[in-house]
């Protein structure tokens, strides 16, 4: 027979029923922030598309500007409130570097958690990196031009293999050094990753975007064997070139100056520091932006008894060493600025850290011409520059060789918008590889007074582009891209950073700068482009190349 249920097992099931229900929707709000990041990584294959079949990102509105700084500083406050959470993480593989742990951790070819593969630690999903997602971006894939023996740095022997050997040249060491030289089937596979970087260096950039070798080479600059040591000669401050013991070269910057200091305002711009962790965030930073012409660069910590006085053969060096009253070992070396037993460089008490930059070929190998930078400062406490005076000071550029015809002064653009971004006011010259004539990349080197101001923005860094109102199309949409929230510049600069064993690189005023500054190019451009039009001043370099319409 029927019996009915008593009224208070009736409540029981009504309370535990509730209980499901919320706990079914707790699950289902879990998954709908990782649906929607999705979303914005596939977005772009819903946006339009330019006349090579790129798909573009929208112009950022630049009328109405409080409602978009607004909604910038939410972005930003976002992604420091996203960064906090792995702060403990960091804090641990800080602790492991010191330890003396093996960089490998970081950046392994073997493991795919290297700079060109989607980041897999600090419990980050795939499809959430932004840094990966942009550079699979077609903004960023667009292929170079079919390259001839002449847009080729050097002409290699297939069939030689590679040998150490000694010599008295600055190339080579001492053939005592603890290295194997690789074995392989081919020629090529004895090569040593700094030798494949020289091979690959061409007319258009120094590097592939989705170079091999890249990640191999920071992992190399951080963990090699040092095997000499001596003082780089010219410069306004101390620089050590490092040799490393599969007989490539680094230039190491030690640090001057504590990531979260700011240069003091009262300071001139040629007196300033250079700055090892400016090194570190420039390479970064030019890769973000699609240049690729700036060597890889590492951060490291050293050794200072170990690593510099013990190896050194500069007699001038070895003697300007000395134990401080706090028992750390210090030196200062020889320059023009700032070497002297009151800025010593220390340790703590041995233990330095700063950065190491991938050496170019040898000049006896790949002539370099310096050129003087068209707006080059004064370098005076009172003088005035020609460009600071005259406003139409672009015609007159624009009428010089090598700025009258070819790319040269699209290029200068390119380099005017990194420094501005980094707020670098040091970019008295350029270098170009000699083999390739005018039309050719620039080297965008030196760049240790970059990242020392964040609270103001030195707008005078950008009177290239406001005089001349000309850049190239693809720099345009790049910079509009990395302005959207799905590629927000200082995320993915933060991401990229995250991968050095010196992280954090940069302070977080520093990445919002990056945003605040970005905003200010666009801005220029689009003003260029209403006074001017968009003929006039976006150069297109996006048109299909013959090969790619096959």
């Known amino acids: 027979m029927y019996r009915r249920i008593p009224t208070f097992c009736k409540s029981r099931l009504v309370f535990l029923f509730l209980i499901l229900i919320s706990l079914i929707l707790h699950v289902l709000i879990a998954l709908l922030p990782a649906q929607e990041v999705y979303v914005n990584v596939c977005a772009r294959d819903t946006q339009h598309e330019d006349h090579a079949g790129h798909a573009l990102p929208k112009q950022p509105a630049l009328k109405g500007r409080t409602p978009k700084k607004n909604r910038d500083l939410q972005n930003v406050a976002g992604s420091e409130t996203r960064s906090r959470a792995s702060q403990s993480l960091e804090k641990a593989r800080r602790s492991s570097s010191a330890s003396g742990q093996p960089f490998t951790s970081k950046w392994s070819s073997k493991s795919g958690s290297g700079p060109d593969s989607n980041l897999q630690r600090d419990g980050y999903r795939l499809n959430t990196s932004k840094l990966a997602a942009l550079f699979q971006h077609p903004l960023y894939k667009t292929p170079p031009p079919p390259l001839t023996p002449d847009d080729q740095l050097f002409s290699v022997n297939s069939a030689e293999r590679f040998t150490a050997r000694s010599s008295d040249s600055d190339g080579w060491v001492s053939h005592e050094q603890e290295y194997v030289v690789p074995d392989g089937e081919s020629p090529a596979d004895t090569y040593p990753n700094w030798l494949k970087f020289y091979i690959g260096i061409n007319r258009y950039e120094l590097y592939a975007q989705n170079s091999s070798l890249l990640a191999s080479m920071l992992n190399e600059l951080a963990t090699l064997k040092i095997v000499r040591v001596v003082q780089k000669l010219g410069g306004t401050q101390l620089k050590l070139m490092m040799t490393l013991n599969n007989f490539g070269k680094a230039l190491f910057k030690p640090l001057k100056q504590t990531r979260e200091e700011e240069t003091s305002p009262d300071l001139f711009y040629f007196s300033d520091f250079e700055r090892h962790n400016a090194e570190i965030a420039a390479f970064h930073l030019d890769r973000i932006l699609g240049f690729r012409r700036i060597p890889p660069v590492a951060g490291r910590r050293v050794n200072v008894v170990k690593d510099i006085r013990d190896l050194t053969t500069d007699s001038h060096l070895e003697r300007t060493f000395f134990v401080s009253p706090v028992k750390n070992v210090c030196f200062y070396g020889g320059c023009s600025y700032y070497c002297d037993m009151e800025h010593p460089l220390c340790g703590k008490p041995e233990l330095m850290e700063g950065s190491m930059a991938a050496y170019l070929p040898d000049v006896t190998l790949a002539k370099r011409l310096s050129w003087r930078n068209p707006w080059k400062r004064s370098y005076h406490k009172s003088k005035k520059a020609k460009w600071e005076v005259n406003p139409r000071y672009c015609e007159k550029v624009k009428k010089m060789a090598p700025y009258k015809t070819g790319t040269r002064l699209v290029d200068l653009m390119d380099m005017t918008i990194l420094d501005f971004l980094m707020g670098n006011l040091d970019r008295h010259h350029y270098e170009t ?40 199309r693809s720099t345009f949409l790049r910079l509009q891209l990395l302005a959207s929230d799905a590629y927000r510049l200082s995320d993915v600069m933060r991401e990229s950073l995250r991968a050095d064993p010196l992280s954090p690189i940069l302070a977080e005023p520093h990445l919002a700068a990056l945003n605040r500054r970005l905003l200010t190019v666009l801005q220029t451009t689009t003003h260029c482009i209403k006074q001017h039009g968009e003929h006039s001043v976006l150069q297109n370099d996006m048109k299909p190349w013959p090969a790619a319409q096959q």
């Open 433 to 472: 590889f000699q083999k390739f004539g005018n039309d050719t990349f620039l080297l965008h080197l030196d760049n240790g007074r970059g990242f020392g101001r964040y609270s103001r923005d030195e707008v005078s860094i950008l009177a290239p582009l406001q005089q001349c109102c000309r850049i190239r």
